[in-house]
């Protein structure tokens, strides 16, 4: 029987994508990537999906990178691995996303695994969760984008010491450090990242899609640039909203706020449970 490399699960208009190669840590074999990048491109087109959460199988990985067995052993394997504009260049399809691609962090997340990670627009980390840049211990070269990202993200001093070592970051020390957003028990990390995909149907999928891309842009480019680009966009997009789109809006939000207790009042009945 052919092995399934990437599970899909379709459920309330999320879709959670499974990397499914646990036997070899997940590990991104071409055939992976092929499949995970055909299947992140269609859910993209799909307008019964408005997010997505990725995840691996098993509890070890997320996924270990790219597979070195197979690097050792086809030479032309790296430059297919590589660069832009390839079938398999899965970073460019969920960078290429125009819906949010929350990643649910399992286990490890190695050297192309950690690019991987970092290409989603919002990471949740279970407690077995770690990271790790081995590129200097392999001695290849980051092209899907980490020497860049990875400083953005936490620092270019912190960054140094994980790309030069290859070092281990543990899941809280990565949440201390930015790089995740929160640190959740393992049982219950997809349906967390799940959870969050259905707070994000709240609002307009059009306008969600919008605001995702000026922040994606904006970030892109220095902070004068970025404030034009947002006046620009933001002077456009509101000379359509009408006054009582806006009055059906608040009302919509002020029913949520009652029916969403506060981060504190959680945390208070927590304390109490």
């Known amino acids: 029987m052919t092995e399934q490399l990437v599970l899909i699960e379709r459920a309330d208009r999320c879709a959670t994508v499974t990397l499914n190669r646990p036997q070899a840590m997940n590990a991104l074999s071409r055939a992976l990537r092929m499949a995970l990048t055909e299947a992140i491109t269609s859910l993209s087109a799909d307008d019964a999906i408005d997010a997505i959460v990725l995840t691996g199988a098993g509890e070890r990985a997320f996924t270990a990178g790219l597979d070195l067995k197979e690097l050792g052993s086809d030479p032309a394997a790296l430059g297919e691995a590589n660069g832009s504009d390839k079938p398999e260049d899965v970073v460019a399809a969920i960078t290429a996303c125009p819906k949010p691609v929350i990643g649910a962090i399992n286990g490890v997340a190695i050297t ?39 400083s953005r993200a936490i620092g270019i001093s912190r960054a140094k010491e994980m790309s030069l070592t290859g070092n281990f970051l543990d899941a809280q020390t990565a949440c201390q450090w930015g790089l995740v957003n929160r640190v959740v028990p393992a049982g ?46 933001s002077s456009a997009y509101n000379a359509s909203v009408t006054p009582s789109t806006v009055e059906e809006r608040r009302i919509a939000v002020q029913a949520r706020n009652r029916a969403q207790p506060s981060a504190s009042a959680s945390a208070a009945n927590d304390e109490k449970a």
């Not at 950690?114 to 770690?130: G, K, W």
Request: aromatic share 8%; proline share 1%; with cysteine.
């Open 188 to 233: 219950e990390l997809v349906a967390y990242a799940q959870g969050l995909a259905r707070d994000m149907q709240g609002a307009d999928q059009a306008f969600l899609r919008a605001y995702t891309k000026l922040i994606d842009d904006g970030f892109a480019v220095g902070l004068d640039e970025a404030i034009a680009l947002e006046t620009e966009r």
């Open 112 to 150: 192309g695994g950690f690019e991987l990670a970092m290409a989603c627009d919002i990471l949740i980390a279970s407690e077995n969760a770690r990271f790790a840049d081995t590129h200097a211990r392999v001695g290849i070269m980051p092209g899907w984008g980490l020497s860049q990202k990875l």
